[in-house]
C-alpha cells in the first residue's frame, strides 16, 4: 500500500538498519533485528525531523523514514475504516450479493448509500459479490452488466492458502467477464475483498458537444493493496 522504507531504526536504544513496512495490522521492521508492533498496541506515535517515533508498552521505536515519517504517523492514529478503504461515498447506488457480515449494511447506511434490493437494478456504483466456492464466480458476468460504466464489483472471499476461492481463480473470472482487477483490501479477518472494473477503453462513453474540452481519462490497470 505504498508504505515501505529502507531505513535505520533505533530499538530500545539500540541501532539496526532495515526495511520497514506499515502493514495492515502491524507496524514491521525487518533486516539486523527483527520487530512487529501491532497497531493496537501503539500507544502514541508521532513525526519529528523525518523520524516516525513510536511508543508501544514501556518501549520505544525510532524510524528513519524521511519525508514520509508525517504521512506514516497520520496513518498510525487514523486508519482508514473499512468503508473509506472500499470506496463507499454518500450517495452511491450499491447492491449487497451473499455478503455474510451482519455489520456491513449498517456501515453502508452510516455513509448515506443507497442499497439496491433488486435483482434488476443497474447502472450500480458498487456490487459487493461475497463468493464461497469456484461456481460463484460464474455469476460474475451478468453482475458486470449491472454496474455503471465507472462502477465496481468487490469480490469478497475466504482469506488463506486453503480458501476454496483462490486469488487466481478470481482473476481468471474477473478476465472472462471483461473486468480488470484493480486493488485489493482486507474486508475483515477471514475474508479479503478484490476490486474489480470494467476496462476504460471499454467504459460507454458520453455524448458531448464538438465545443466540449476532451476529458483526461486514468488507466485502471495499476493494483493497489490494503
Known amino acids: 500500500m505504498g508504505y515501505d522504507s529502507t531505513c535505520s531504526a533505533t530499538i530500545d536504544g ?32 508521532e513525526a519529528s525531523g523525518g523520524r516516525l517515533i513510536v511508543t508501544f508498552g514501556a518501549r520505544r521505536a525510532v524510524f528513519d523514514i524521511g ?6 504517523a497520520n496513518r498510525i492514529a487514523h486508519p482508514p475504516s473499512r468503508a473509506d478503504k472500499l470506496g463507499i461515498k454518500p450517495g452511491l447506488r450499491v447492491a449487497m450479493i451473499d455478503i455474510d457480515d451482519r455489520g456491513f449494511a449498517g456501515e453502508l447506511r ?13 447502472s450500480l456504483d458498487l456490487v459487493f459479490f461475497g463468493v464461497r466456492r469456484p461456481d460463484d464466480l460464474e455469476r460474475l458476468r451478468a453482475l458486470a452488466s449491472r454496474i455503471a460504466p465507472d462502477g465496481a464489483i ?7 492458502k486453503a480458501a476454496p476461492v483462490t486469488e487466481a481463480a478470481s482473476m481468471a473470472a474477473g478476465k472472462r467477464a471483461g473486468l480488470v482487477d484493480v486493488k485489493v483490501a482486507s474486508f475483515s479477518d477471514t475474508h479479503s ?34
Open 14 to 45: 539500540e541501532r539496526f538498519h532495515g526495511t520497514a513496512r506499515l502493514e495492515h495490522k502491524d507496524l514491521v521492521f525487518r533486516g539486523t533485528s527483527r520487530l512487529a508492533i501491532p497497531l493496537t498496541q501503539i500507544d502514541d506515535v
Open 67 to 72: 519525508p514520509d515519517a508525517e504521512k506514516w
Open 110 to 122: 452510516s455513509r448515506q448509500v443507497t442499497i439496491e434490493t433488486s435483482g434488476r437494478a443497474s
Open 154 to 160: 468487490w469480490i469478497v472471499r475466504a482469506k488463506g
Open 193 to 226: 475483498a478484490e476490486k474489480y472494473v470494467i476496462p476504460v477503453a471499454k467504459r460507454a462513453r458520453p455524448v458531448r458537444s464538438s465545443s466540449a474540452a476532451p476529458r483526461t481519462r486514468g488507466s485502471a490497470s495499476s493494483r493497489g493493496r490494503t
